[in-house]
């Protein structure tokens, strides 16, 4: 069965640091997202990305964070300058042209 | 603004006593309701899709109902594997199919004892 998958599955990093995201969609599906989920707290959007372009995004995705499609295949999340409270677990989703959403098992991402 | 409410916050059961978990949302019209079941540590793996009032999906031990403001989810006889946090979330009608993002509740914690 077709499955989002994600790398790293865990990242530290200092405060400051750039740190990358990747993700791998289900190969026929034509829209991205990318959420994340601070400890104990609710899943929470952060951008819908299709056809080469943010299709939405949320107040949490500043200028510090961006999306990109680099290839046919990959989907990744760029934060440039990492700060301690962008601690938390960072999921990809994707759809084809039905509603539901595809999640990966998710990154890991500790800022210290 | 979209919002989800999931209700209780935590379950303990016994193996085979059936109970029920709460979603009450408000949102400026409903696209699609869905239920997803996340493991520890892990991503939220979707179970069930619900587009309108009335709309009933089963799997397994799993029922999920939608009314105009709330969504039930049902389990029958569960069993330890069952244990997990479910949740809930909402996808607005927008006139950009393209974005359609989820907006989730909390989860329910459960907790399902032998």
């Known amino acids: 069965e077709p499955e989002v998958t994600q790398t790293p599955s865990h990242q530290v990093t200092q405060m400051g640091q750039e740190v990358i995201l990747r993700c791998v969609p289900i190969?026929?599906?034509?829209?991205f997202y990318w959420y994340r989920q601070i400890l104990g707290q609710k899943v929470e959007f952060l951008v819908s990305f299709y056809n080469n372009e943010i299709s939405e995004k949320s107040e949490i995705f500043d200028d510090q964070f961006s999306v990109e499609r680099p290839d046919g295949s990959n989907f990744t999340l760029k934060i440039r300058s990492t700060k301690l409270e962008d601690s938390a677990m960072y999921f990809c989703?994707?759809?084809?042209?039905?509603?539901?959403?595809?999640f990966g098992p998710g990154t890991r991402l500790l800022v210290l | 603004e979209d919002q989800v409410t999931q209700s209780p916050e935590a379950l303990r059961l016994q193996e085979g006593e059936s109970s029920s978990l709460n979603c009450s949302y408000t949102?400026?019209?409903?696209?699609?309701l869905f239920w997803y079941r996340q493991d520890p540590g892990k991503g939220p793996e979707f179970l069930f899709t619900?587009?309108?009032a009335g709309e009933e999906k089963e799997k397994e031990r799993l029922k999920a109902t939608l009314t105009k403001k709330e969504s039930f989810l049902h389990i029958t006889a569960p069993k330890p594997e069952d244990s997990a946090t479910y949740l809930c979330a909402v996808q607005a009608a927008t006139i950009k199919a393209a974005g359609n993002k989820l907006t989730f509740g909390g989860g329910t914690r459960v907790l399902v004892k032998p």
């Open positions: 989703a994707s759809r084809e042209l039905s509603e539901t959403q595809y």
């Open positions: 190969s026929n599906h034509l829209y």
């Open positions: 619900l587009y309108s």
């Open positions: 949102v400026s019209g409903l696209r699609g």
